[in-house]
């Protein structure tokens, strides 16, 4: 049973950053692909970057590539989200999905999902 937990959400002044981390369990994620979105309230939950675990290939919607970055920790089985110059329009609950097709990920349907983690940016 794959289990996905994200950490790391809080509340950040507008310009500030944050760190989101995925804790993935429950099988060998090499050949899965990790993503993370996010729904703001009222609207629905959007691509925002994702990796593809073994190539180690990137991906990022327009409006936070520049200011987002994924990465992964191989020997914990974590993705990272870092997110800098955050804007109150980044204000939203974030998912970790995984998936093994990297398509389904960029897609916003990984077959995985976290619970969430609520990020507040004020202004």
């Known amino acids: 049973q794959v289990q996905l937990v994200e950490s790391g959400g809080g509340l950040v002044q507008a310009g500030g950053s944050l760190r989101l981390s995925c804790a993935a369990s429950?099988?060998?994620?090499?050949?899965?692909?990790m993503g993370w979105f996010r729904r703001a309230p009222g609207k629905e939950r959007e691509f925002v970057a994702a990796l593809n675990w073994n190539a180690g290939i990137a991906y990022y919607a327009d409006s936070v590539k520049g200011r987002f970055t994924i990465s992964k920790d191989n020997a914990k089985n974590t993705v990272h989200l870092q997110m800098y110059s955050l804007k109150p329009e980044d204000t939203a609950v974030y998912y970790c999905?995984?998936?093994?097709?990297?398509?389904?990920?960029?897609?916003?349907?990984?077959?995985?999902w976290g619970q969430g983690t609520q990020v507040t940016v004020s202004s």
């Open positions: 429950g099988r060998t994620f090499g050949s899965y692909a």
């Open positions: 999905g995984a998936d093994p097709n990297i398509l389904m990920v960029r897609a916003v349907t990984p077959g995985y």
